[in-house]
């Protein structure tokens, strides 16, 4: 990985800091914690992102959903002049980042413990947002959308390609002032079928009211059909 993503001198020592971390915390918030599996599962697949310009270049990132810390840790450790904001709203997980990034001598990196809707020092301030294994893309969209910086882009880590996904994540897209760019297949390890990196862009200002509630945008998706009514309502 060092060598296929260039990364800078003491890159790997931070890298091994993370395994280690997962390894010997057994309540680290991931079941993937034995450093042979993490290394393909966390790290490789959160460092394929690097095969974007765009990210490549951010000066500022914000991972939301962090989880364990993917893809933020693995970014910030390949990214030292990027700023990297993890937002992770369960105190645990925010603890297990914090505890990880300290450890690692990452100076680059912070956590906000609060869901991305209520995350008020991000709004319009990301050049960059993540996300992985969070939540469907157009829910994904609405998060980013307010966070982002007009001509920032949401970068959306994904498994095997879903048309009715994205057709739902184009609609919302619309109504948030992005637009679909780009899907790019990645290949993070041997074996990793089905990767891609969903790009959707920032082209217009984001109307005021969004970010809605928290909750909102899993309660009542933009974009997705609506249910018709039921039997006892039309009675």
Known sequence: MAER???PEGA????RHVLDALERDEHAPTPVREPHEALRVHLADSLAGLELEELRGADRVADIGAGAGFPGLALAIALPG???TLVESNARKAAFIVATADGA???NVAVA???AEEWDDGFGSCTI???RALAPLGVLAEYAAPLLRDGG??????GRRDPEEEAIAAVAADQLGLVMEEVRAVHP???ADHRHLHVLRKVAPTPSRFPRRAGMATKRPLGAPKSPPSDRARR
Request: charge should be positive; charged fraction near 20%.
């Open 5 to 7: 993503y260039a990364l």
């Open 12 to 15: 790997v020592k931070q890298l």
């Open 82 to 84: 990027t700023e990297v």
């Open 105 to 107: 001598g990452l100076a």
């Open 113 to 115: 413990a609060e869901r």
């Open 129 to 131: 947002v993540t996300a």
């Open 153 to 158: 882009a949401l970068v959306a880590w994904k």
């Open 189 to 191: 390890f041997a074996g």
